[in-house]
């Protein structure tokens, strides 16, 4: 059973299960996570990333755990690198969307780049040099990635002139390059979509940073590309292959996403049980009526459950699976769980869980993000109904 309070020697009940590997790693970033806590009221009113905490999360273990000891990084299995998911969205939900970010460049960089493209891209990224964005969606293409229409002009002496404009690009506005997917030939559909790096300071780039409700400290960019011309050297990986480039990372997104909101419901179960027991009410503590404990009891059993089905979901690709379904089915589980444990925690602590600078207020609002990127609920539910029907409702 792992379901409980923190030892504060042997840390929370639910390392109890976990390695000594694990334990370590866990430890060095809820430490590194708590030493920059204080900065999360201000970044968070302000809507800004304070950039110099980044160095740091890439000492602990981000992003450079997800990447190959060849390719610079550390190798971690995907249970480490999801462990350390769930520290970042218990302790900043808008770090884990960054380290998240971050981890799917360097991934493709590694997956795909060549030895030239990793030098200049991934080695200075792993290093904390370079920050760099990825920019799938657009106005008009968001679930139905494959539709989209940004345009790869290739030019007599072989560069890409790139033209069209990418919607809630995260963190673009402090990066210094880009990976972008743009079709060579709108014909081809699918098979046209190619990546490729776009150095920021390129003429022709533009990044529009937009308020956003969520993970305020991360930003949230339209990236307009007028003619943005891009040498042959920066495709990455082959011509028409961009889309499944961008799949094949699709299950650790997804797997990162869901361990970030089991963090955001042990967040909210802590916030929620804290002020439990200090808050009274009719002369004794509100942790003491039933119908609070109810609420409690529901987020613990949330946390608990949505912490099994991801951890799995990390176990079988450590085994070598597939585990797309399963990737999917975290994805869903866990973020609709963080999003009611969220709401459950704010109902806990009333008035004072809805003020801005509370700690449930800012949960509720990173939940909410959660079932929207690396495909919406609804996307993981057609993904789950396919893969169990053998039939697709989207096409
Ligand atoms: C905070 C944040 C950060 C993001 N960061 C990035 C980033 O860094 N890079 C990037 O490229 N993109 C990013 N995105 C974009 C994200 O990937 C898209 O928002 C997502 O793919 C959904 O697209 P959409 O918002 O256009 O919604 P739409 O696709 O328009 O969907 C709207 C609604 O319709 C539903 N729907 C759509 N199609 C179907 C269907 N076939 N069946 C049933 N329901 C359907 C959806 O589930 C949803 O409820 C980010 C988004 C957010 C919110």
């Known amino acids: 059973m792992t379901v409980g309070r923190t030892d504060p020697q042997a840390g929370p009940a639910h390392w109890a299960e976990l390695d000594q590997d694990c334990v370590g790693l866990v430890r060095r970033a809820r430490r590194y996570l708590d030493e920059i806590a204080p900065l999360i009221p201000a970044a968070d009113r302000d809507g800004t990333l304070p950039v110099e905490v980044i160095p740091g999360l890439l000492d602990v273990g981000f992003v450079r755990g997800a990447i190959g000891v060849g390719d610079g990084g550390l190798g971690l299995s995907h249970l480490q690198t999801a462990l350390l998911m769930e520290e970042a969205g218990r302790g900043w939900a808008s770090l884990r969307t960054t380290a998240n970010i971050l981890t799917l460049v360097a991934e493709l960089l590694s997956a795909a780049g060549s030895e030239e493209q990793k030098q200049r891209f991934l080695r200075p990224l792993l290093a904390g040099e370079r920050m760099g964005w990825f920019a799938i969606t657009e106005p008009e293409a968001g679930s139905d990635a494959a539709s989209l229409t940004t345009l790869a002009d290739r030019l007599p002496t072989g560069s890409y002139r790139l033209t069209g404009r990418k919607a ?9 390059f880009g990976v972008v997917l743009a079709t060579v030939d709108p014909g081809l559909g699918a098979r046209g979509i190619t990546a490729f790096l ?21 930003s949230c960019c339209d990236v307009v590309l007028n003619g943005v011309v891009i040498p042959a050297g920066n495709v990455l990986g082959d011509v028409g292959r961009g889309l499944s480039l961008a799949m094949r990372a699709v299950n650790a997104g997804r797997l990162n996403v869901s361990a970030g909101c089991t963090g955001i419901a042990q967040a909210a179960l802590e916030a929620a049980s804290s002020h439990a027991v200090s808050r009274t009410q009719f002369g004794k503590p509100i942790a003491g009526f039933q119908l609070v404990q109810q609420l409690i009891a529901d987020i613990a059993v949330q946390t608990h459950a ?14 070598g699976g597939d585990a797309r379904v399963e990737c999917s089915m975290s994805k869903y589980f866990c973020s609709e769980a963080a999003n009611q444990a969220a709401t459950k925690a704010v109902q806990v602590l009333g008035a004072a869980g809805l003020m801005e600078g509370n700690v449930a207020e800012r949960l509720f609002r990173d939940a ?11 996307m993981q539910v057609l993904q789950i109904g396919r893969a169990l029907l053998g039939v697709s409702a989207v096409r």
């Open 168 to 176: 809630y690009i995260t963190n673009a506005s402090y990066g210094d």
């Open 198 to 218: 776009v150095e920021q300071e390129t003429p022709g780039v533009r990044v529009v940073a937009r308020r956003q409700l969520s993970v305020r400290a991360a």
């Open 306 to 319: 949505a912490r099994q089905v991801y951890q799995a979901a990390a176990r079988l690709l450590d085994r």
């Open 368 to 378: 909410r993000e959660a079932t929207i990127p690396e495909g919406t609920s609804q």
